[in-house]
Each structure stands twice: as structure tokens, then as C-alpha cells.
């Protein structure tokens, strides 16, 4: 069997073996390119879930504002539920 094997047989298999592995080095790296937008993607939907937190604590604050300037309102005129 080892009588058949020739240099342009071990040439053609290691053509075809470095064939595939330039598909898979490319495929790679087509993996790579869309991890690295979905790592981005995520970032930015990170970043916008944290603007909408900001928004709420804002929000929030100024409702507090509103009600303590409210009670002092009441307390002033003094008004009381009955």
C-alpha cells in the first residue's frame, strides 16, 4: 500500500487539506465580524436601558419634589382630608 503513495498524491491531499482550512479560517472570521456587532449591538442596548434608568430617576425626583412642595402647600393652607 505504501507503494502507491507518490509525491503528487500527498500534494493533492495537502492542497485539499489547506483548501478546507482556508474555508474554515474564513468562516472564522466571519463568525468574528458578527460577534464583535453583536457585542456592539448589546453595548448599545445597554447603554439605552441605562439613558431609560436615568430617565426614571429624573422622573422620579421630580415627583418627589412635586409632592413635598404639595404637603407643604396643605400644611400651610391647612388642609386636611376629613
Do not use: C, F, P, W
Amino acid at each position: 500500500m505504501a507503494e502507491n503513495v507518490t509525491n503528487e498524491l500527498i500534494y493533492e491531499v495537502l492542497k485539499h487539506i489547506q483548501d478546507r482550512l482556508t474555508k474554515i479560517e474564513s468562516t472564522l472570521a466571519d463568525h468574528t465580524r458578527q460577534l464583535i456587532r453583536v457585542r456592539e449591538d448589546i453595548n448599545n442596548v445597554r447603554e439605552d436601558i441605562n439613558g431609560l434608568r436615568g430617565d426614571d430617576l429624573r422622573r422620579e425626583a421630580m415627583q418627589a419634589g412635586m409632592d413635598e412642595r404639595l404637603q407643604r402647600i396643605e400644611n400651610r393652607l391647612n388642609l386636611t382630608d376629613a
